[in-house]
């Protein structure tokens, strides 16, 4: 079992910045990968980035490359999500996920690879 708590959620102007952090407990946390989802209201859950579990390959969707970070600091057991020049339409509730099964060493996007999930962050974007 893994257990997960997003924090790090709020209100930000449009080209702001906000930083998201995921904690966890309960296995080892530098044996398995974690990815970032967000979910807009009417909309499917979509992935956002994702980061091996040593930390080393990361992967972006292309509608946040280049703004938004994802790293993780295993000591802390914590994974984040640096975001950058936010844009409204990156209003949504932000998820992290654990991809507990190894699939060597490759960073799926689909949600249905992630094998445990935090309840959500708000982030919201104003114009």
């Known amino acids: 079992q893994v257990q997960l708590v997003e924090s790090g959620g709020g209100l930000a102007q449009a080209g702001g910045s906000l930083r998201l952090s995921c904690a966890a407990s309960g296995r080892t946390f530098g044996s398995y990968a974690m990815g970032w989802f967000r979910q807009a209201p009417g909309e499917q859950r979509e992935f956002v980035a994702g980061?091996?579990?040593?930390?080393?390959?990361?992967k972006y969707a292309d509608s946040v490359k280049g703004r938004f970070t994802i790293s993780r600091d295993n000591a802390k057991n914590t994974v984040f999500l640096q975001m950058n020049s936010l844009k409204p339409e990156d209003t949504a509730l932000y998820y992290c996920?654990?991809?507990?099964?190894?699939?060597?060493?490759?960073?799926?996007?689909?949600?249905?690879?992630?094998?445990?999930w935090g309840q959500g962050t708000q982030v919201t974007v104003s114009s």
């Open positions: 980061i091996s579990g040593s930390g080393g390959t990361t």
């Open positions: 996920a654990a991809q507990i099964t190894y699939y060597g060493g490759y960073l799926y996007t689909q949600r249905g690879r992630y094998d445990y």
